[in-house]
C-alpha cells in the first residue's frame, strides 16, 4: 500500500508540476529562455503549424501523457507493470494508434523531453509505431 500510495503522490506532483507550465505563461517562457529550449519549440511549432506558445503548451500536454494522468501513470505505468502478453498487445494497440497521430506524433519525435524516459519504454513505444495497430512485435 506505501508504494501505490507513493506513486499517486509523485504522480500527482508530476501532474501538477506540468498543469502549473500549460497554464502560466510567464513560468512556461521563463523556462524555455532558461534551458535554451525555444528553437526545438519552434521546430514543434513549425510542424504542427501552431504559434511558439502554443507548442510549448501542447508539448507539456503530451507530456502529461507520457508521464502522468489524473492520478496514476497512464502509459509508463502501464508499461511498467505489465506482466500478460494479452496487456502488453493491449497497450501497444493504444499507443500505436495514440502516438502515431499530431500532435503526439510530432512531439514524441521531436521533444528531448522524451529522454527523460525509461529507455525500455522508449523503445516499447518505437517499436509499437513500427508494428502499427494489432501489431505483435515485443
Not at 44 to 73: G, P, R, T
Request: with cysteine.
Amino acid at each position: 500500500m506505501a508504494v501505490v500510495c507513493l506513486h499517486w503522490d509523485l504522480a500527482a506532483g508530476i501532474r501538477e508540476l506540468l498543469g502549473r507550465h500549460v497554464d502560466d505563461d510567464r513560468l512556461r517562457d521563463a523556462w524555455m529562455r532558461a534551458e535554451g529550449s525555444t528553437d526545438w519549440y519552434q521546430r514543434i511549432a513549425d510542424a504542427l503549424d501552431v504559434n511558439l506558445e502554443e507548442a510549448s503548451k501542447i508539448e507539456y500536454h503530451c507530456q502529461s501523457w507520457f508521464w502522468v494522468h489524473w492520478v496514476h501513470w497512464v502509459h509508463w505505468g502501464h508499461w511498467a507493470g505489465l506482466t500478460a502478453e494479452r496487456d502488453r498487445r493491449e497497450l501497444r494497440n493504444v499507443i500505436s494508434g495514440f502516438y502515431s497521430a499530431p500532435p503526439m506524433s510530432t512531439v514524441w519525435e521531436m521533444s528531448p523531453n522524451v529522454g527523460l524516459l525509461d529507455p525500455e519504454f522508449v523503445a516499447f513505444v518505437n517499436s509499437s509505431l513500427a508494428s502499427g495497430p494489432g501489431g505483435t512485435t515485443s
